[in-house]
């Protein structure tokens, strides 16, 4: 990425001068201080090649989040409001949490509100109540799966938003939620702008498919990869257990295969792994259903792990719908791989066993596994730290081991996406053997 | 049951007269016996009503499984054969396994065949290889879902299934396998007598709808349970995040609710639970969509659990088909409300958030839990010792608490169903307060 | 069981005149009728053999438990309360839940009380307050180990505990607990006649042990095999990867031994089973040191499972204490044990790899698993129906597939315990091929 | 880590002249190769702070880890060996199946031999067999805990192992293992480097306590939080239900604090974590003991998690012992804090529930969960790569998101210890509010 035109510049408020109600347990034991500065920051990419005499002062790098010395907002006076959107993801109420013990307790905010539905919630006309959150309220939601404060898809309009945030009067506003709200949120920050409102947006980046732009990690995808390995396990016993057994399984992925992927590394029983990074030939000697027939030939069971996205090329353009939050409506890649092996054996006269698995709302709705659990606790306090020291329209990233402040226009609208020569997608083509499959 | 006309009479290849093997472990440090006898029964009614002065020595009873002091066949010379048939089910491994220690450790034989993929193993066409089984072999299996044997669907030529047990020598075959399994091994069964082969059959129940007819308890079933109360909680979160959030659930139970309606009580998060022995109204004040809508507008969200056979009175006579194995093939009751609930709601104008998920394979192709591991083994043991007692044509069930002899021809071709005025089914109508839906 | 003295008549407070609140709903649409009679008696024993021409109008029986159609109490005036006493067992969140949606939902009851922490939470000095419980304060708490109301070890003075009730006016209490428990209420029960009060004391048993006589399944029991299995696999694991390896594993079973026995049975990889209904021999040929380095010779490694209860004729009669609940304490077999196999191999200068796994508390702590969860809310539902009956001084059992009523005089103060030569011992002698250990 | 003396030079044993078997894979579709150069390197540090005008072509960065193009040793002579030493870990058995699966199928290499029992299976005089190691044979072994291969503790005569592997002809060897196994590994580079031998040695590194220095992750770790959060949840449920109840967990850290901070925030039940990296004050104001009274006043429960590292120093330096890997023995801090906080309240009179947990091996020999098994992948093969290109005396690490190739002196010998100033650190003081334990 070292050419690439990033902004990595981080929108203030204005001056932070309140010292931090951190401060006495700012200096540790071994006189260290735990603050961050503002001039510490995080290298965009760490590949130093000896190679090349590169200038390394030309290093793109991000503002390191963490707690700051001086904050901007008055603890005492500060509202805030916390609103979750779109799909359901593991960690959605271990972020909640976090957020409202790190606001409440060591920052000393005692007035947060969570927005009922996602973005619905701020908008009059739906009726949804705002919930007054406190430690006592958040206590052991972590342990449940879904978020506490609902959800809802689709965009809602951006004047009554920041209406509502004017007529409670929060100052700092936490949005959780993935690409479309991201959008949103910079959408947010702009009227914000314009009105010269003194409001912060902080979002944390929220996504299944762990395909956001400049974050290398989201919370919930280790937890999806998990219960996805439970669904590979009952394919694969599905499959060698019949003459010709066949388990297909979709996993979430609209415009990457980082899930798909990084399952069949984990419980490496698929023989195929179709993701949207890479076309996918169905027909021919090199393509999809031929390999099959020599899988089965050879070793009488395949398993197939299918992105949702994957193989888009097979519908045509007049198909192409959207959902309520504007999303490209996906065409079911699944239940169409399912019908193409079933008409392509059957003309064949091979009979065959194929067991079709999608365990989509299984994996989204259940509570965060420790590994996310530990991350979220981690994001949501430093997108307080953030707030609180008056930044605003940015998301807490985790980059290279660290977490980072990335403005959001310099995220929002882009898709982080698999490298196919990169080491994750090599390792599934040499785990599955499959790689003969794209030469076309 | 006591006024039933069943057949109790287990049948024998011919009279016991080989002391037992594990005689020198016969006696147990108290003196007393380990061996059962045959006049050991089981009453197949517990209910002693005190009301009438019923003649009890007509009480109905089953005979008591457990090893015996005399054996029929003669270890050294004995080779066993063990299948399993049709769709997986948690457990058939630690069946296998335990079969496996029980006949060579326990009785000293040494050969025991493992009939590949069903009923298809017997049929030279399919060309499916034998598989040696011994101890070795079995080691660790129970630990992974599906059947090391493999399975398939479907019916086979009852002559060659015999002409292959004649040919390999096999004196004691056990089928685990559901209601056409059980028919098969009845026919099998008669083939024999008609040859007059010293072959005994012993079948072991399996269905993961626990609705074999007096089988109380099925191998399977409560590893299906643990797994259905994630897709349960899963379908709770996703209709409670959302605005007028619907979480449709379907699980297995062609013929009987008793899945739909356990999981219902281990998880506690559904408001209508439908089966297949009580009649659906979808339309209509007491229907099911009246009632999702009044759900709805109460408390904002509401969770349906559908067992795949309830509701087939709404497909036509015309649309019936049947599968491999002869059984009815069911309309998908699932897709069919999923599409007749958004249906009423688009018509009424009233958005919604339905989800619908189908767990289905991933049930079916876990490995057993502990408890069900504790009950094939049992099972298993007990098949072993009936069959090296001569017995045949029977299979063994759980009954009462205890292990029982059943003869084949009681069982199969019937069905056990929830008695809709039981306990179980009363308990799911409190714990839902759904009574009012089937009051037409 | 035929020939022992036990008194089954159950208690009751009066005759019950008011008409159930179900009964509307008691009229099932087949036309039958939901309700129990208590002339619906269950037979203690199910063994009718028919060898002897026994007079089964003798035969022992259980009052079945469920609804009745009339019950004793007026709902509307009604208090009751609710404490969980001794140690910690999966399942008691899901009775308490039970509890509370029965009284509340089915039968309007809208005052329970919940007692804290145990008996303590009865008696003045502990300062303990009342929780008011309803629908909204149990709900999901099934979800989490422990128990909502607290506990506590140890008696407490009868009369200031039946004071109590009488001050808050409770006219129906549910006790949760053990032998201990059980013992003190039927104390309670005593007092509550002496006083001639109408209070009725409805038990529900409570051991993780599963040794609380004429009941033949508690809650808990199967939650505890399951995690008792991760801890067996475990010990396997590190016995199998060093030389001469040992993995020991200590399970509760203070009297009884059905935990190590149904756990070796649920994960199978134990090569000995201490339990304390067999005397161990530890010395000499047939001793369990003995054994052990014979399986080492031979294996390499070895597990061995020991109840805590086992071996206590190791220890002197000199260092008998109690704990406060005035249970024995025992001496810990687990380090015992760890230490004369270590000083064994050690004089016999034999290198081993001894490792001791105790997973006590994780077991008693964890949530009910699906089937424990359903367990419960049938136990707690039937000991609601027995006590707005007016029944009292009884507890809830499951005998024989079926939920019934047991005198509390019937089963306090008596153990129940493994059959050295039932099913269950003898199918872990044959698992483990340990016989020879115990013929001394 | 800017100014450290670190030797980050990678030892060869000559040039790499042979093409890669991957070259006919090595270029992507997309025209790019997947090979890495030994040119391509990963920044020790990340942080680039603005402040100072660096240097930064002096940036320490180490070797990227991956396939190269050019090989040292001809796969079809090459024969292979692999050993696990010390401790178990969750991930070995799939650390050695991806070994074998890359090496057999990837390079073609189809001599790999399973080294048994650690260093002992060098040793003749141990009697260990060697294992053919294969596809077949590493089948679904990393559905098992445990190692395949087993292990032992202790150090072997260098000479000895090296004799070892010129008798049966390895050329490459894998040893996973930790701190010791390390410094063995490179003892066992430096002989075969004086006897002129062409013997690759490669180190993945292994430690359950996550405090190999220069290695920011290693396998097992997350694993083992995921199961310490069961023991943290039982003992928060244990102390919540008595009146005054503590729980105390002992966790894995002999010299560093990671799981305990880590499982602290995955399952924020815990109110003080103990770690080796900060003394402890037991006594006095500022003690733990008074801390733990002031809670319990307050909150009347308290839970405790404890490294077994920790507070060593309450130990007398004469206690010093060590175990056959020449490990300090580690007196058991937990037994130690259990005794003195019952003292403690025994002498202030006020009654406590302590319950202690330890769940130890339960941890450690448990299978590796789905992000440790992609993680043991990936580790696995970039193994492979290294010592393929004839690579030597090097170990396999993660840092900053990247597989790096670390030389094995630059490790060895050293600890990585946790920032008591740093994010995880910091991040468990506010989750457990105990900052004030450390401020004497």
Known sequence: MKNMNINTTISVLGPARIPSPLTSQGVTRDGKTRFMKDEYRISVDVRVDRVAGENKDSLLSFEQAGPRENIYFDPSKLKCAVVTCGGLC????DIIRSLVLELYHVYGV???YGIRHGLQGFIPKYGHDLIE??????SGIQNTGGSMLGSSRGGQDIGEIVDCLERIGVGLLFMVGGDGTLMASKAIGDEILNRR???SVVGIPKTIDNDIFLV??????DSAVDVATLAIKGAHNEAEAYPNGIGLIKLMGRHSGFLAATAALAQPDANFVLIPEEEILLHGENGLLAAVERRLALRKHAVIIVAEGAGQNFFEDKDIEHDASGNLKLKDIGLFLKTEISTYFKSKNIPISLKYIDPSYIIRSLPANANDSVFCGLLARDAVHAGM?????LLISFWNN??????????AGQRKKMDPSGRLWQSVLESTGQNLLFNG
Chains 1, 2, 3, 4 share one sequence.
């Open 197 to 199: 409102l003194k409001i």
């Open 133 to 138: 959150l406190n430690p006592e309220r958040v």
């Open 90 to 93: 593991p960690g959605l109420n």
């Open 216 to 221: 290398s990690r989201s919370f919930g995808f």
């Open 110 to 112: 005692k007035t947060i």
């Open 389 to 393: 020291a008056g930044k605003t329209n």
């Open 402 to 411: 660290n977490y980072v402040h990335i403005p959001m226009d310099a995220s």
